[in-house]
């Protein structure tokens, strides 16, 4: 292993001598074109191929399950040929603002003083500690969406118009350093993301906790919704832009109350998958936060469209049938993609923890993320998206990634069991 910023016995397989991913123009017209078939080569011993090969296996059935959902029940609304050339006509005021690489022309700032919502919760069935308070915190959110002609559309959907998150706080007033973790597509339920996230041993090492629903996600979802989620991508390509700005916004608003009213000195975010890629936009937007750990985090969406059959062969076929390019697909959606701004945290506050099996969000886009985020620190498991194979690792170096951040004090440096 060559690179410092490796931070797990796996490593890529040149390392610190692989030329970046990334050239210097913009990124949706300089990369590869070929990406979503591009190899990410690593070291590996003999028992961790193994079984990285058994649990990428799981995630591959996984894919073709939730592509063939998407494309029955989303890539027809929103990606046919007739959605394809109105979000062209979109596509202007959004590609204006990516190639100016300011990422406060998209990502507004939130008013002051919005009124969240916090009343008594259950926490979750299998963690609910009898010296914390549980809150369900709700707010209107006065998100309005940036460009014109998605304003009606996108605010007819009420529902998506209330924001949700649930806190796990400790009794008294001493400020808590406080983690909020952000779900993956379609996986807002709690009991998963408590065990994803290892919420309870965070807490007890003396972090509050947060829950944050991504829009569209749970009680978000639109009338009618299919299942949690499916309104975040059904809309099409514009759709899709502001419910990445609506995400960050949101966001902002709660990050504004946990200082103000629950006195939260210390705010790190964390996500897993589509919440990996919130994590990874808000280090490009809100500079106050102390950390940022994207966990299989998807970076390039339209690139990963490709690699989901029948999704890819779908989407191939529409570009072919309208002449698109599909260095104009990436366009659509740079306005909300980490890549098209530089991170407003310094990389010792970034942390990627990524799978070498995964076949939902492929290594490779974590790889795009650490070239861009500077090569920053990571930790790669022998695991898939859905198999984190050696968590407690990673677990473990989440923590002392906190502890150097000063974030957690060392005393708190984990031992023992993650339950």
Not at 324 to 332: C, G, N, Q
Request: proline share 7%; aromatic share 10%.
């Amino acid at each position: 292993m060559d690179d410092s910023s490796v931070v797990s016995r796996i490593a890529h397989e040149s390392c610190a001598r692989a030329p970046s991913l990334l050239a210097k123009g913009h990124w949706w017209e300089e990369l590869d074109r070929e990406f979503a078939r591009r190899p990410e080569g690593f070291n590996l011993a003999l028992h961790d191929r193994l079984r990285v090969g058994a649990t990428a296996s799981v995630d591959t059935v996984l894919r073709a399950a939730a592509a063939s959902m998407i494309s029955s029940m989303a890539l027809p609304l929103g990606y046919n040929p007739i959605e394809l050339r109105k979000a062209m006509r979109d596509t202007e005021l959004y590609a204006d603002i990516a190639e100016s690489a300011d990422p406060t022309r998209f990502f507004a700032t939130p008013p002051s003083g919005v009124r969240v919502r916090a009343k008594k919760g259950r926490w979750l069935p299998r963690f609910e500690p009898e010296d914390g308070i549980c809150e369900a915190l709700s707010f209107d959110s006065p998100f309005e969406p940036i460009h014109p002609r998605q304003r009606k559309p996108y605010l007819r959907h009420t529902a998506n118009r209330v924001a949700h998150a649930r806190l796990l706080r400790h009794r008294g007033d001493e400020p808590r350093p406080t983690i909020v973790a952000i779900h993956g597509f379609t996986a807002d339920w709690y009991l998963v993301n408590e065990w994803f996230f290892a919420l309870p041993w965070f807490y007890r090492m003396g972090c509050n906790i947060v829950l944050f629903t991504l829009p569209f996600h749970g009680p978000r979802q639109t009338r009618f919704s299919p299942f949690s989620g499916h309104g975040y991508f059904a809309g099409g390509s514009s759709r899709l832009n502001e419910a990445v700005a609506q995400s960050v916004f949101d966001f902002r608003i709660l990050f504004d109350w946990l200082q103000r009213e629950r006195g939260a000195e210390q705010i790190g975010v964390t996500g897993l998958s589509l919440g990996g890629f919130t994590a990874a936009m808000l280090a490009s937007v809100e500079e106050r936060l102390s950390f940022a750990i994207p966990n299989v985090p998807v970076v390039s969406l339209a690139d990963l469209v490709l690699e989901w059959q029948p999704i890819g062969l779908l989407l191939r076929g529409a570009l072919a049938s309208t002449g698109i390019d599909f260095a104009e697909v990436r366009r659509m959606v740079a306005v909300s993609c980490p890549l098209t701004y530089a991170p407003v945290l310094p990389p010792e506050r970034l942390m990627i923890v990524a799978g070498v099996g995964d076949r939902l969000a492929p290594p490779k886009h974590s790889r795009l993320l650490w070239d861009h985020w500077d090569r920053c620190r990571i930790h790669w498991f022998p695991g898939s998206h859905i198999i984190h194979m050696d968590r407690g690792a990673y677990l473990t170096e989440m923590a002392r990634f906190m502890v150097g951040r000063g974030f957690l004090p060392q005393s708190e440096l984990p031992s023992g069991d993650l339950r």
